[in-house]
Protein backbone atom coordinates (compact mmCIF):
# COMPACT_ATOMS: atom_id res chain seq x y z
CA UNK A 1 0.00 0.00 0.00
CA UNK A 2 0.87 3.66 -0.77
CA UNK A 3 2.80 6.03 2.26
CA UNK A 4 1.29 8.73 1.33
CA UNK A 5 -2.77 8.92 -0.42
CA UNK A 6 -4.35 11.33 -2.12
CA UNK A 7 -8.31 11.22 -2.94
CA UNK A 8 -9.60 12.07 -5.57
CA UNK A 9 -7.26 11.72 -8.25
CA UNK A 10 -9.26 13.57 -10.98
CA UNK A 11 -12.00 15.95 -10.12
CA UNK A 12 -13.97 17.72 -12.43
CA UNK A 13 -15.94 20.97 -11.53
CA UNK A 14 -17.36 23.81 -12.33
CA UNK A 15 -16.37 27.62 -11.19
CA UNK A 16 -18.07 28.70 -7.48
CA UNK A 17 -17.85 25.08 -6.16
CA UNK A 18 -16.33 23.97 -3.22
CA UNK A 19 -13.96 21.37 -3.51
CA UNK A 20 -12.00 19.61 -0.82
CA UNK A 21 -9.21 17.33 -1.74
CA UNK A 22 -7.94 15.14 1.09
CA UNK A 23 -4.52 13.14 2.18
CA UNK A 24 -3.83 10.24 4.25
CA UNK A 25 -0.85 9.11 5.10
CA UNK A 26 0.91 5.90 7.35
CA UNK A 27 4.22 7.24 7.42
CA UNK A 28 3.77 8.54 11.08
CA UNK A 29 5.11 11.82 10.00
CA UNK A 30 4.83 15.33 11.94
CA UNK A 31 5.03 17.21 9.01
CA UNK A 32 2.78 17.84 5.76
CA UNK A 33 2.52 19.89 2.67
CA UNK A 34 0.06 20.38 -0.18
CA UNK A 35 1.97 21.88 -3.38
CA UNK A 36 0.25 22.71 -6.89
CA UNK A 37 1.89 22.14 -10.30
CA UNK A 38 1.39 23.96 -13.27
CA UNK A 39 2.89 22.99 -16.68
CA UNK A 40 6.16 23.96 -16.92
CA UNK A 41 6.52 25.90 -13.41
CA UNK A 42 7.32 23.06 -11.07
CA UNK A 43 5.77 22.75 -7.76
CA UNK A 44 4.68 25.64 -5.27
CA UNK A 45 3.47 25.27 -2.16
CA UNK A 46 -0.08 26.39 -0.95
CA UNK A 47 0.02 25.14 3.10
CA UNK A 48 2.15 23.15 5.20
CA UNK A 49 1.35 22.06 8.57
CA UNK A 50 4.22 21.32 10.79
CA UNK A 51 2.08 19.52 13.54
CA UNK A 52 -1.71 19.10 13.74
CA UNK A 53 -1.85 22.78 15.80
CA UNK A 54 0.17 24.48 13.62
CA UNK A 55 -0.74 25.59 9.94
CA UNK A 56 0.82 27.79 7.99
CA UNK A 57 0.52 29.42 4.10
CA UNK A 58 3.13 29.05 1.52
CA UNK A 59 3.70 30.97 -1.29
CA UNK A 60 0.45 31.06 -2.86
CA UNK A 61 -2.13 30.00 -0.35
CA UNK A 62 -4.96 32.73 -1.72
CA UNK A 63 -8.09 31.15 -2.70
CA UNK A 64 -7.49 27.61 -0.54
CA UNK A 65 -7.70 26.69 3.18
CA UNK A 66 -6.49 23.39 4.39
CA UNK A 67 -7.59 21.25 7.48
CA UNK A 68 -5.60 19.06 9.87
CA UNK A 69 -7.50 16.65 10.86
CA UNK A 70 -5.08 14.07 12.35
CA UNK A 71 -1.19 13.51 12.04
CA UNK A 72 -2.35 11.25 9.41
CA UNK A 73 -4.88 13.70 7.54
CA UNK A 74 -4.51 16.95 5.49
CA UNK A 75 -7.23 18.27 3.52
CA UNK A 76 -6.93 21.28 1.23
CA UNK A 77 -10.36 23.22 0.03
CA UNK A 78 -10.95 25.28 -2.40
CA UNK A 79 -13.82 27.71 -1.19
CA UNK A 80 -15.15 28.30 -4.37
CA UNK A 81 -13.64 27.21 -7.78
CA UNK A 82 -11.85 28.88 -10.22
CA UNK A 83 -10.81 27.94 -13.37
CA UNK A 84 -7.14 29.41 -12.94
CA UNK A 85 -6.38 26.51 -10.21
CA UNK A 86 -6.87 23.96 -12.99
CA UNK A 87 -3.46 22.10 -12.30
CA UNK A 88 -2.20 19.06 -10.12
CA UNK A 89 -2.32 18.77 -6.64
CA UNK A 90 0.55 17.32 -4.68
CA UNK A 91 0.19 16.40 -0.94
CA UNK A 92 3.64 15.40 1.27
CA UNK A 93 4.77 14.46 4.09
CA UNK A 94 8.34 14.52 6.02
CA UNK A 95 9.77 13.81 9.34
CA UNK A 96 11.66 16.39 10.84
CA UNK A 97 13.77 14.01 13.22
CA UNK A 98 15.45 12.62 10.64
CA UNK A 99 18.02 13.94 8.08
CA UNK A 100 17.99 15.51 5.46
CA UNK A 101 13.94 15.89 6.23
CA UNK A 102 13.18 14.38 3.02
CA UNK A 103 9.64 15.29 1.27
CA UNK A 104 7.78 12.27 0.48
CA UNK A 105 5.08 12.77 -2.33
CA UNK A 106 1.80 11.14 -3.36
CA UNK A 107 0.25 10.23 -6.53
CA UNK A 108 -1.34 13.66 -7.31
CA UNK A 109 -4.79 14.71 -7.65
CA UNK A 110 -5.85 16.43 -11.23
CA UNK A 111 -7.99 19.08 -10.44
CA UNK A 112 -10.03 20.66 -13.45
CA UNK A 113 -12.11 23.75 -12.96
CA UNK A 114 -14.58 24.63 -15.80
CA UNK B 1 13.35 34.97 -3.57
CA UNK B 2 15.03 31.84 -4.15
CA UNK B 3 14.12 30.91 -8.01
CA UNK B 4 15.22 27.99 -9.89
CA UNK B 5 15.55 27.59 -13.76
CA UNK B 6 15.75 24.07 -15.70
CA UNK B 7 17.24 24.23 -19.09
CA UNK B 8 16.21 22.55 -21.52
CA UNK B 9 12.43 22.95 -20.59
CA UNK B 10 12.49 19.29 -23.31
CA UNK B 11 15.42 17.02 -24.35
CA UNK B 12 14.81 14.09 -26.86
CA UNK B 13 17.99 11.72 -27.47
CA UNK B 14 18.34 8.28 -29.00
CA UNK B 15 18.85 5.18 -26.62
CA UNK B 16 22.57 5.23 -25.40
CA UNK B 17 23.60 8.17 -25.37
CA UNK B 18 24.10 10.42 -22.36
CA UNK B 19 21.84 12.62 -20.58
CA UNK B 20 22.80 16.00 -19.22
CA UNK B 21 19.93 18.19 -17.26
CA UNK B 22 21.05 21.22 -16.18
CA UNK B 23 19.54 23.71 -12.84
CA UNK B 24 20.29 26.64 -11.61
CA UNK B 25 19.56 28.60 -8.50
CA UNK B 26 19.73 32.15 -7.60
CA UNK B 27 20.32 31.99 -3.68
CA UNK B 28 23.27 30.06 -3.00
CA UNK B 29 21.67 29.79 1.33
CA UNK B 30 20.63 26.10 0.61
CA UNK B 31 20.77 23.22 2.83
CA UNK B 32 20.82 20.46 0.04
CA UNK B 33 19.28 20.32 -3.51
CA UNK B 34 17.42 17.31 -4.59
CA UNK B 35 16.53 15.58 -8.21
CA UNK B 36 13.45 14.14 -8.85
CA UNK B 37 11.85 12.03 -11.23
CA UNK B 38 8.18 12.21 -12.25
CA UNK B 39 6.31 10.08 -14.18
CA UNK B 40 2.70 10.96 -15.54
CA UNK B 41 0.25 9.72 -12.99
CA UNK B 42 2.55 9.28 -10.19
CA UNK B 43 4.29 10.89 -7.65
CA UNK B 44 7.65 12.48 -7.19
CA UNK B 45 10.21 10.10 -6.91
CA UNK B 46 13.79 11.38 -5.23
CA UNK B 47 16.70 10.19 -6.91
CA UNK B 48 19.71 11.99 -5.25
CA UNK B 49 20.03 14.85 -2.52
CA UNK B 50 23.10 16.67 -2.26
CA UNK B 51 24.13 18.51 1.17
CA UNK B 52 25.15 21.65 0.69
CA UNK B 53 28.81 20.80 1.73
CA UNK B 54 28.78 17.95 -0.74
CA UNK B 55 29.75 18.40 -4.33
CA UNK B 56 28.38 15.44 -6.22
CA UNK B 57 26.04 12.24 -5.65
CA UNK B 58 25.81 8.85 -7.47
CA UNK B 59 23.48 6.63 -7.60
CA UNK B 60 24.19 3.43 -10.28
CA UNK B 61 24.14 5.44 -14.08
CA UNK B 62 22.98 8.61 -12.15
CA UNK B 63 25.53 11.62 -10.89
CA UNK B 64 24.68 14.86 -9.79
CA UNK B 65 26.94 17.34 -9.16
CA UNK B 66 26.45 20.41 -6.82
CA UNK B 67 28.77 24.03 -7.16
CA UNK B 68 26.99 26.25 -4.46
CA UNK B 69 29.23 29.22 -5.12
CA UNK B 70 27.91 28.99 -8.59
CA UNK B 71 24.31 28.30 -7.98
CA UNK B 72 24.02 25.59 -9.86
CA UNK B 73 23.61 21.47 -10.12
CA UNK B 74 24.20 18.86 -13.11
CA UNK B 75 22.26 15.43 -13.35
CA UNK B 76 23.92 13.27 -15.57
CA UNK B 77 22.40 9.95 -16.64
CA UNK B 78 24.44 7.75 -18.29
CA UNK B 79 23.54 5.17 -21.04
CA UNK B 80 20.08 6.64 -21.46
CA UNK B 81 16.98 3.79 -21.51
CA UNK B 82 13.76 3.87 -22.92
CA UNK B 83 12.46 3.78 -19.37
CA UNK B 84 14.51 7.20 -18.37
CA UNK B 85 11.60 9.16 -20.30
CA UNK B 86 10.06 11.13 -17.52
CA UNK B 87 9.76 14.82 -16.09
CA UNK B 88 13.18 15.20 -14.04
CA UNK B 89 12.73 18.33 -11.16
CA UNK B 90 15.55 19.88 -8.95
CA UNK B 91 14.76 21.47 -5.81
CA UNK B 92 16.43 23.46 -3.18
CA UNK B 93 15.41 23.06 0.03
CA UNK B 94 16.68 26.08 2.44
CA UNK B 95 15.54 27.19 6.18
CA UNK B 96 12.18 26.42 7.15
CA UNK B 97 12.53 22.94 5.02
CA UNK B 98 10.60 24.40 1.93
CA UNK B 99 11.79 23.22 -1.17
CA UNK B 100 11.54 25.54 -4.27
CA UNK B 101 11.14 24.09 -7.46
CA UNK B 102 12.42 24.42 -10.97
CA UNK B 103 10.27 23.54 -13.72
CA UNK B 104 11.75 20.62 -14.79
CA UNK B 105 12.91 18.94 -17.95
CA UNK B 106 10.84 16.34 -19.77
CA UNK B 107 13.45 13.63 -21.33
CA UNK B 108 12.24 11.54 -23.97
CA UNK B 109 14.48 8.35 -25.23
CA UNK B 110 14.04 6.99 -28.31
CA UNK B 111 14.37 3.70 -28.81
Given at each position: ???????????????????????????????????????????????????????????????????????????????????????????????????????????GTRLTVL | KQEVTQIPAALSVPEGENLVLNCSFTDSAIYNLQWFRQDPGKGLTSLLLIQSSQREQTSGRLNASLDKSSGRSTLYIAASQPGDSATYLCAVQAAGNKLTFGGGTRVLVKP
Open positions: DADVTQTPRNRITKTGKRIMLECSQTKGHDRMYWYRQDPGLGLRLIYYSFDVKDINKGEISDGYSVSRQAQAKFSLSLESAIPNQTALYFCATSDPARSPDTQYFGP | -
